[in-house]
């Protein structure tokens, strides 16, 4: 079977875009066109997949290049658990040698930002504190992938440690080149690749726009498969100049006190459990 050989598992608004396309400009790392398949993330069971799911172990494996030694995909659905669950079983049992990059932020940072997003692309019209209202529902679509603890130990049940390396998004950010050497490194690939790609940021806040749920579509995995003739650097430039003329802009919305507060007591253990688990400070997070 020709299948990926390493997985991008962070949670949305943490990179995930972003380190997708930089890895795809290594010369010796395939990333699937198609960014998040969501293969290993099973069945919607009544929770719908924001793109087309890839349910087809045919058509996953069309994905990839048997050719390229060192391979990839990105799902934010593999960390997302119990929203999805039994995701490194499906992995360990097709994919036993896998190696995983796992991103994090700041999960109250996160959180926010993927309310902004949900604005913008997926239809959300609740206030932020409507929409982050109820901490009891384990479900919630914006805090369970911020129980980054919770996500790191159900691989780690399946994976030894050494294959699952934890990174923060911050890195990526300030220290690009560098964070992308120690990714190559783990991933056994030439290390000093460098690349003017890797000075793009991708998914940034600025770009943040109210998309009407058509429009949303079209910016779904199928378009660059169908567009990729076209290079990047006269696409890009052309959907951000009709996106301004159209679409207004994404208003920031403001997180009080309190519902800051309640956010960082829910993520307060699950932040000391994944310190233990990494020996990493993320002295820069809120919590």
Same mark, same amino acid.
């Given at each position: 079977?020709?299948?990926p050989? +390493? ?8 990179g995930?875009?972003?380190? %997708? ?5 290594h010369?010796e ?12 993330? /099973?069945?919607e069971n009544?929770?719908p997949?924001?793109? &087309?799911?890839v ?13 390229v030694?060192?391979? /990839?995909?990105?799902?934010?659905g593999?960390?997302?658990? #119990?929203?999805?669950q /039994?995701?490194?079983e499906?992995?360990?049992? *097709?994919?036993? $040698?896998a190696?995983?990059?796992y ?6 940072a996160?959180?926010?930002s993927?309310?902004h997003?949900r604005?913008?692309? =997926?239809?959300e019209?609740? @206030? ?13 679509v914006?805090?369970c992938p @911020? ?8 691989? !780690?049940? %399946? +994976? ?18 560098s964070? *992308?050497?120690?990714? +190559? ?5 030439d $290390?000093?690749?460098?690349s003017?790609? +890797?000075e793009? =940021? *991708?998914?940034? &806040? ?17 378009v660059?498969t169908? !567009?990729?003739?076209? #290079?990047? @650097? ?9 996106e ?6 994404v208003t920031p919305?403001?997180?009080? $006190? $309190? ?7 829910l ?13 990493k ?7």
């Amino acid at each position: 079977m020709t299948l990926p050989t +390493f997985f991008i598992i962070g949670a949305a608004k943490t990179g995930t875009t972003s380190l %997708h396309y930089y890895l795809s400009q290594h010369p010796e790392i395939q990333m699937s066109m198609n960014k998040e398949p969501n293969f290993f993330s /099973g069945p919607e069971n009544g929770i719908p997949y924001p793109n &087309k799911r890839v349910d087809s172990l045919k058509d996953y494996e069309r994905l990839f290049d048997r050719a390229v030694r060192v391979r /990839g995909e990105a799902s934010v659905g593999y960390t997302n658990y #119990p929203r999805r669950q /039994g995701v490194p079983e499906r992995i360990k049992q *097709l994919v036993p $040698d896998a190696r995983f990059i796992y991103l994090v932020r700041d999960p109250v940072a996160r959180t926010v930002s993927q309310y902004h997003y949900r604005v913008a692309v =997926e239809g959300e019209r609740r @206030s932020m504190r409507e929409a982050l209202s109820d901490f009891s529902d384990p479900y919630s679509v914006y805090t369970c992938p @911020s129980l980054y603890a919770t996500q790191l130990e159900l691989y !780690l049940r %399946h +994976f030894p440690t050494d294959r699952v390396l934890v990174l923060e998004q911050a890195g990526l950010l300030s220290d690009r080149l560098s964070t *992308l050497r120690q990714i +190559f490194a783990f991933l056994s690939v030439d $290390d000093a690749v460098d690349s003017s790609w +890797f000075e793009e =940021e *991708l998914n940034t &806040k600025r770009e943040q726009r109210i998309y009407p749920a058509s429009y949303a579509r079209l910016r779904g995995p199928e378009v660059p498969t169908a !567009l990729r003739w076209i #290079p990047r @650097s006269i696409r890009r430039p052309i959907r951000r100049s009709v996106e301004r003329m159209l679409l207004r802009p994404v208003t920031p919305a403001t997180l009080d $006190d $309190d519902l800051r507060l309640q956010l960082e007591e829910l993520y307060a253990g699950e932040v000391e459990r994944l310190r233990e688990l990494t020996g990493k400070s993320f002295s820069t997070w809120s919590i």
